[in-house]
């Protein structure tokens, strides 16, 4: 085991130890402070180790956790085939279509682009620091895009931008959870999820979606919440199955948040993609829980420019909740990434601004992807779930009585298009009554869907 040390009084000073090279004390009895100096301390007890800062408005020696991490992960071994395995065998054949991670092939939004060109070149301090809570012009225009199309009215204190989704799900669960508590997650999931939760020291407890409409049964959820339950973590419209929550579906979930005084932590970022039982997509459609009454106070909710505008190496995100939480988001977040890119964040704000909720028409190709898509599983055998928004299709396998990591291969083989298996997002298999089922990213390009479909509709799966 190794640990980094930094002092925080004296920037760039740090020292590293090994195991056996650990402070006596800390080697003694597996609890112990590292590096003491100024605000942050590492802590380590039983193989974690914890960055914390001392809380500058009490004299008290009151601690707040930045970042945890175990050393050893040993719950790994329970979920899914792991991501480096499925990209190196989707390697493996140059010309095939890549289907399996979800990042689109088109052009992100152009307005975005020209103005964060414009930033870039001709603004100087638009490349500069901005504060960390992001830049002002960002927080006004998410303010200001989510009045216009959900009628909701924020502060600036309930907005902060952050350096991705990813982070603000990181920065969230370390603000929201401390060791010992448990945190729902509905099975499958995106994967970093359990990671997240498990850094902060908190128990992972799962919740299974059935197929084909993976919505949630409120029963299996009431059974799961306990004592210690601090958290339940939604998804809408949902990584990997594509189910968006109803209105019927969120009251429930805010009638159990509130009998159990419970945080809701909603990962959002497919907002912008949803559509109805036609294939329709319904603009500005998607139904928030944070909306629900009485619900804004205990919910922290999830934005995502790489998703909303399709920008995924911009890593620009953002979250939105009551002022307490965000506070501390943006404490952690400042002694991370301290701020997104500049340039960038102007880029997204003056796209926010123009943004009519058409979104250049991407929404609407890749709903009508999702039906191309869906009518050549059919033809190969596959069985296409429903679904009504989000990047993605699954299809069950059950009828061709093969493992799902041998469908993978014999996609890749036969008909040269890469995808996942749905064990890929499970929290824990060990407790997974999922049907073998497989993910299709259908954020492509439509040539791309079209040249996807062809293939399938001539390779036999049988």
């Not at 429930?252 to 907002?271: C, G, N, P, R, T």
């Not at 890929?424 to 990213?441: G, H, K, Y």
């Amino acid at each position: 085991m190794w640990l980094l040390s930094t002092d925080a009084t004296r920037r760039g000073s740090r020292r590293w130890w090994s195991s056996s090279g650990l402070p006596r004390k800390l080697r003694s009895n597996g609890v112990g402070v590292i590096e003491g100096h100024g605000m942050m301390r590492l802590i380590e007890k039983n193989g974690t180790f914890a960055v914390r800062w001392n809380s500058s408005s009490s004299s008290s020696a009151t601690t707040t956790a930045f970042a945890k991490a175990k050393v050893d992960a040993p719950k790994a071994a329970s979920r899914g085939v792991s991501w480096d395995k499925l990209m190196a065998l989707a390697r493996r054949y140059p010309d095939a279509i890549q289907l399996g991670q979800g990042y689109p092939d088109y052009e992100g939004s152009r307005v975005a682009r020209e103005a964060a060109a414009d930033a870039l070149l001709r603004h100087p301090m638009l490349n500069q620091y901005t504060p960390t809570r992001g830049l002002t012009r960002l927080i006004e225009a998410l303010i200001g895009y989510y009045r216009r199309v959900q009628s909701v009215d924020l502060s600036e204190q309930q907005v902060t931008v952050l350096t991705s989704g990813t982070e603000g799900l990181f920065v969230a669960t370390q603000a929201m959870i401390k060791p010992g508590d448990e945190v729902i997650v509905f099975q499958p999931c995106f994967p970093w999820y359990p990671k997240m939760i498990e850094m902060c020291g908190a128990k992972v407890v799962t919740v299974n979606l059935q197929p084909p409409k993976f919505a949630p049964s409120f029963e299996d959820l009431r059974k799961a919440i306990s004592g210690a339950t601090k958290v339940v973590v939604l998804n809408s419209p949902h990584n990997p199955t594509g189910h968006a929550y109803t209105q019927e579906e969120l009251l429930e979930f805010s009638k159990i948040a509130q009998e159990h005084d419970l945080w809701i932590l909603s990962d959002e970022v497919y907002e912008n993609v949803v559509w109805d039982n036609t294939g329709s997509v319904c603009k500005f459609g998607h139904k928030r829980i944070g909306q629900m009454p009485d619900m804004f106070d205990r919910v922290v909710t999830i934005g995502s420019a790489s998703k909303l505008f399709s920008l995924t190496g911009w890593r620009l995100g953002w979250a939105i909740g009551p002022q307490e939480v965000i506070s501390k988001m943006d404490q952690i977040h400042s002694l991370s990434t301290y701020c997104a890119a500049s340039p960038l964040q102007h880029g997204v704000a003056v796209a926010l601004e123009e943004e009519d909720g058409t979104f250049e028409g991407i929404p609407s190709m890749i709903a009508e992807n999702y039906t191309v898509m869906a009518q050549a599983c059919e033809q190969a055998g596959l069985t296409p779930y429903p679904a009504d928004g989000g990047h993605f299709l699954c299809a069950g396998i059950g009828s061709l009585r093969r493992s799902e990591m041998e469908v993978v291969e014999q996609l890749l083989e036969r008909a040269h298009v890469s995808v996942l298996p749905l064990t890929s997002f499970a929290c824990d298999l060990a407790v997974s009554t999922a049907e073998p089922a497989i993910r299709i990213a259908i954020c492509k390009k439509r040539e791309t869907i079209a040249a996807a479909a062809e293939r399938l509709n001539k390779v036999s799966l049988d």
